[in-house]
């Protein structure tokens, strides 16, 4: 929420360096300023290029939401829609995708617009019964944020039982989904239980890293509040509960495949053709003569060797073997693309086994 240009491209390379190769930044409730100052920032950053990850446009989460989910969320900042707000955002259209809660007077109106606008309306942060989630998908919702994570679920009222936001998004077919798969938010065992009942082509991987990403357990400023990072996680500050991820995209696949226990080609779905389908991006998530060429390549312990964006080497491992450089070098990258590819290296060229994912 720095709201500048080298803000956006310091994001782009440490998630590089995680192994992502495109990403849609995130901001969280704010002032009206200074989520449009972000917003500008992400413009600059699509106009001018990034050395990093590619920048595709921005996420919008909040200020729209249920105080109640509000998460590390800062309550000042929550609020309704206003015409003024409304009208601002329809004037950018780098904003790809809005999370807000459907229950919060004026969000339903306000899902109308902005999906007639091009931007993807999801559920989050959200206390909505299963009705309230009807009456959004007719508004235009279609996706739910970070499946578990600040979210209703089934409640008892008396003797009666009332589905939340969890249920609504098992129930229905057409809702997709996205999950923080750095195995605290949510355990292996309720990742294999969004994947059975969604289906691979509904779930979506995020990483939900905040700007500590990387940096060693302690204390942090997040906005004007103050989180901790320990266990490989970021607590609120009373540590009652999570205040977003510190993970990186391959950390997250290590999960996936071995402690969720999925097949590699299966896996990568995930974390590149669902998201690039959910984007509606025709020219990413896969290997195949003209998408972009772009290219993540992990070794046996899923650590990152090389990111490359658009053909371009977004980061790079500092210890290498000269096999590796050799095969590197070997790629025809302007031929061939992917949002993410992953392999456990051998001898031969990344390449070669990206062309067998089936995506």
Do not use: C
């Not at 803000?7 to 930044?25: D, E, L, V």
């Not at 959004?136 to 936001?165: C, I, L, W």
């Not at 991987?205 to 103050?226: C, F, H, Q, S």
């Amino acid at each position: 929420m720095d709201g500048t240009y080298d803000a956006i491209n310091t994001i782009s390379m440490a998630h590089a360096q995680g192994g992502t190769t495109a990403m849609i930044p995130t901001t969280y409730s704010s002032s009206s300023g200074s989520t449009f100052a972000a917003v500008r920032a992400v413009s600059e950053a699509m106009k001018k290029g990034v050395n990093g990850a590619t920048i595709l446009g921005v996420h919008l989460e909040g200020p729209y939401i249920a105080i109640s989910q509000k998460g590390a969320q800062d309550e000042k900042y929550i609020r309704e829609p206003t015409e003024e707000e409304t009208e601002e955002m329809r004037k950018h259209k780098e904003i790809r995708l809005i999370t807000a809660a459907p229950e919060v007077r004026g969000v339903l109106d306000f899902a109308e617009e902005m999906t007639h606008n091009g931007v993807i309306m999801s559920i989050g942060h959200s206390d909505a019964t299963i009705s309230d989630v009807e009456k959004a998908v007719e508004a235009g919702f279609s996706h739910v944020t970070h499946m578990y994570n600040a979210m209703s679920t089934v409640k008892r009222v008396g003797a009666y039982r009332y589905p939340g936001v969890v249920e609504a998004a098992y129930l229905m077919d057409d809702v997709s989904v996205d999950l923080i798969a750095d195995g605290k938010h949510i355990p292996p065992y309720l990742i294999k239980l969004i994947i059975k009942n969604k289906g691979f082509e509904k779930v979506n991987v995020i990483t939900d890293a905040l700007k500590v990403m990387g940096l060693p357990p302690g204390r942090y400023a997040m906005g004007e509040n103050e989180i901790i990072v320990d266990e490989g996680v970021a607590w609120l500050a009373d540590r009652s509960a999570f205040a977003g991820s510190v993970s990186s995209m391959s950390s997250m696949f290590k999960v996936i495949v071995r402690d969720v226990g999925l097949p590699v080609a299966e896996a990568a779905r995930l974390f590149s053709t669902n998201p690039a389908s959910l984007l509606g991006i025709k020219t990413k998530g896969r290997i195949a003569i003209g998408y972009d060429a772009d290219v993540t390549v992990l070794n046996q312990d899923f650590s990152v060797l090389a990111a490359i964006a658009e053909g371009r080497l977004a980061y790079k491992q500092e210890k290498r073997s000269a096999s590796f450089e050799y095969e590197l070098s070997r790629l025809e990258l302007p031929m061939v693309g992917s949002t993410w590819l992953f392999r456990r290296l051998r001898r031969r060229t990344a390449l070669k086994f990206g062309r067998s994912l089936p995506l």
